[in-house]
């Protein structure tokens, strides 16, 4: 969601007359847009400014921060660092580039939230990618997990107008995009304001647009991930068979005490369901460790379901508390060292079951959307798979933002090697 707002802030910007510039030193504004789910990437944040304020003494620039720090602290960040310019939360970034380009040296800060969906930049996105898009769909999260920040910092849940979706993606394809993502904290909640129609219809109608070879929705919560969905998954066959499915914990005490709103068995049952409706569907999921009152019976739950299920891939975090959640109220009760170890042994597990899956498809032919260059050597490129595992290979012509035929040839737990067919 942070790359994609970065984008419309980027775009939005540019269409005002800024441009581009190549790194700090070089430019007359930076905007650092903040993420607050964990601790670490706020402690990044203060580390950042800290530089960004030497620069700022010799250069005279402008430094804003957006985005969900900006939003979670609004002016107490004036007092961690009195030289930030501008704070502006997420529901404000239209005003970035009036603010940022301001010939005044006057503070501002905007953290006002919108209740209902109010297209931030419809046209004016500056992608990275040409060939692979995001496209918000929705905004917000109402589950109150115990342990997340979201829901104090994104607000509640508002979802964009299906026909404003969908002709962002026509759009797009229009424009030779092959690949688009849907995003929101919560996609499977979608709703359309106007129309009531699901997420399951969304994924339907988008599998009609001519150009478009490859969609993909990220985050998916298991409470609304309902049978619909993996119906529609399996039906438009432009869906891919790739689904992130945070489970947080295997245990089903841990759950609860989450506010997750499933057991492990119900997790479970969605999983079967997936594999029997997509035997090649891939897998992934986020998992947290060292959740208050977390036990060695809870953690060895998780370390099961892990070996059970096999995911491709896994995002996995030791617990820190955060502002205004319910679980920071709570001492957590668990050692520093132990949430490590136990990070560890869930990423030691995850690795080697990684290492498993890849090797089983060597040999094999895979569609390969390519998205990258190596900087280091002009002829390595890298892509993604369906399964959206990282697929490196060697092209001795340019092939970035093609599809290709890819033979497996070895792999990594993280990454798979391969070469062009023919
Ligand atoms: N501590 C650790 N991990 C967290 N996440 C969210 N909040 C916390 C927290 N307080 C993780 C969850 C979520 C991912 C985006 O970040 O696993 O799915
Ligand atoms: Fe946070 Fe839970 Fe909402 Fe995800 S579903 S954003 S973890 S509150």
């Not at 985005?67 to 002016?75: D, I, N």
């Not at 580039?97 to 996105?125: C, F, M, N, R, Y």
């Not at 059970?308 to 009760?333: L, Q």
Request: aromatic share 8%.
């Amino acid at each position: 969601m942070n790359v994609s707002d970065s984008e419309h802030i980027a775009g939005m910007l540019q269409a005002s007359g800024m441009k581009r510039g190549a790194c700090p030193e070089e430019s007359d504004l930076i905007i650092v847009n903040t993420c607050a789910v964990r601790e670490k990437s706020e402690e990044k944040l203060y580390s950042l400014l800290g530089r960004l304020e030497s620069i700022k003494k010799k250069k005279g620039i402008k430094v804003g921060v957006v985005g969900c720090v900006a939003q979670l602290y609004r002016s107490k960040l004036w007092d961690k660092k009195p030289s930030i310019d501008f704070i502006i939360g997420p529901d404000n970034y239209r005003q970035i580039p009036q603010i940022a380009g301001a010939p005044s040296d006057e503070k501002v800060i905007l953290t006002h939230v919108d209740s209902a969906w109010h297209d931030q930049s419809a046209q004016k996105v500056s992608r990275d990618s040409r060939v692979s898009a995001y496209i918000t769909i929705m905004e917000g999260c109402n589950n109150f997990c115990s342990y997340c920040v979201v829901p104090f910092t994104r607000g509640k849940e508002k979802y964009r107008p299906f026909r404003s979706i969908l002709a962002e993606a026509k759009g797009l394809a229009n424009h030779g995009y092959k690949e688009i993502q849907f995003l929101g904290q919560n996609v499977n909640s979608y709703i359309d304001p106007e129309t009531g129609e699901k997420f399951s219809d969304l994924l339907k109608a988008s599998n009609e647009i001519a150009g478009i070879e490859w969609i993909r929705f990220i985050t998916s919560h298991p409470k609304n991930f309902t049978d619909d969905i993996a119906h529609a998954m399996k039906n438009a066959h432009k869906v891919c068979h790739q689904l992130h499915l945070p489970v947080q914990s295997g245990s089903t005490s841990v759950l609860h005490r989450m506010n997750r709103g499933y057991t492990r068995k119900d997790y479970l049952g969605k999983i079967d369901l997936l594999r029997k409706l997509m035997p090649d569907i891939h897998l992934s999921t986020d998992i947290i460790v060292g959740f208050p009152g977390e036990t060695q019976e809870e953690f060895q739950e998780t370390m099961s379901l892990l070996e059970h299920v096999r995911f491709t891939n896994i995002f996995s975090f030791r617990y820190s508390p955060r502002p205004h959640t319910t679980a920071a109220k709570d001492e957590d009760g668990i050692p520093f060292d132990e949430k490590k170890n136990r990070l560890i042994q869930v990423q030691t597990l995850q690795k080697k079951i990684q290492l498993e899956n890849n090797n089983s498809v060597i040999g094999h032919f895979q569609k390969v959307l390519c998205t990258g260059k190596s900087k280091k050597d002009p002829l390595v490129y890298s892509g993604r798979n369906a399964g959206y595992q990282v697929v490196n290979f060697h092209s001795p012509t340019d092939v970035l933002d093609r599809f290709l035929r890819i033979k497996i040839t070895a792999c990594g737990p993280f990454s798979l090697f391969g070469e062009i067919e023919g």
